[in-house]
C-alpha cells in the first residue's frame, strides 16, 4: 500500500525557491515511477516532472525545465522537487503520485496520489 504526504509548501517571492518533499509510509516506493502534477485554481491539473523507480530517469514540462528537480531517495521512501526561479504562474497546490507507468505524463496513468501541498508565489 502506498501511503503518499506532501510537504514543504508555502509563501515565497518570485525568483526564490522552495524545495517539496513526499513521504511514502508503505513499503513499495522503489517499486514505482513518481511524478510531480500541479493545479492553479479554475485550471486543469498539470504534470509537472516525473522520475523512474530507480530515479536514472528524469522528465519535466517545458515550462520548468532548467528551473525545477525531480529527485528520489529510495532508502528513505522519499520524492523531492527542487523548485528554483520560481514565478507567479508556478503558484498551485502540488501533488505527488506514485505509478507503474515509466514516463508517465497523464494523471490517469497514477494510481496513488498525496493530498497535496500549495505554493504561492509573490511579487
Known amino acids: 500500500q502506498v501511503q503518499l504526504v506532501e510537504s514543504g509548501g508555502g509563501l515565497v517571492q518570485a525568483g526564490g525557491s522552495l524545495r517539496l518533499s513526499c513521504a511514502d509510509s508503505?513499503?513499495?516506493?522503489?517499486?514505482?515511477?513518481m511524478g510531480w502534477f500541479r493545479q492553479a485554481p479554475g485550471k486543469e491539473r498539470e504534470f509537472v516532472a516525473g522520475i523512474s523507480s530507480s530515479g536514472v530517469s528524469t522528465y519535466y514540462t517545458d515550462s520548468v525545465k532548467g528551473r525545477f528537480t525531480i529527485s528520489r531517495d529510495n532508502a528513505k521512501n522519499t520524492l523531492y522537487l527542487q523548485m528554483n526561479s520560481l514565478k507567479l504562474e508556478d503558484t498551485a497546490n502540488y501533488y505527488c503520485?506514485?505509478?507503474?507507468?515509466?514516463?508517465?505524463?497523464?494523471?490517469?496513468?497514477?494510481?496513488?496520489w498525496g493530498q497535496g501541498t500549495q505554493v504561492t508565489v509573490s511579487s
Open positions: 503520485a506514485a505509478g507503474s507507468t515509466i514516463y508517465a505524463r497523464s494523471s490517469e496513468r497514477y494510481d496513488y
Open positions: 508503505g513499503r513499495t516506493f522503489s517499486r514505482y515511477a
